[in-house]
């Protein structure tokens, strides 16, 4: 079955940077492009960063381009968020993702606290 497990979540400074990991699992990684959301409190989950199967395309939300970069490596069957200039309004929970087949796929999450 789809397995996605999102770690580097924490607590960092205004300014500071974080590596989040997502390692899937359970389905032909290197076929499917992935994304990164992430909920806020009292917020609505948002699309932060997409990435498609061969690197080639990337988007980015307005509110974090500049300052976030999503890669992966199909060897390792990871994607990755690199996330620099972190402001507090980067706070939240934040989500690994894949459709596949019509149905998507979640990870439990990884937290992003960011405060002085």
């Known amino acids: 079955q789809v397995q996605l497990v999102e770690s580097g979540g924490g607590l960092v400074q205004p300014g500071g940077s974080l590596r989040l990991s997502c390692a899937a699992s359970?389905?032909?990684?290197?076929?499917?492009?992935m994304n990164w959301y992430r909920r806020a409190p009292g917020k609505e989950r948002e699309l932060v960063a997409s990435?498609?199967?061969?690197?080639?395309?990337?988007h980015y939300a307005d509110s974090i381009k500049d300052r976030f970069t999503i890669s992966r490596n199909n060897a390792k069957n990871t994607v990755y968020l690199q996330m620099n200039r972190l402001k507090p309004e980067d706070t939240a929970t934040y989500y690994c993702n894949v459709i596949r087949n019509g149905a998507r796929y979640w990870g439990q999450g990884t937290q992003v606290t960011v405060s002085s």
């Open positions: 990435v498609s199967s061969t690197s080639r395309t990337t």
């Open positions: 359970g389905f032909t990684f290197s076929s499917y492009g």
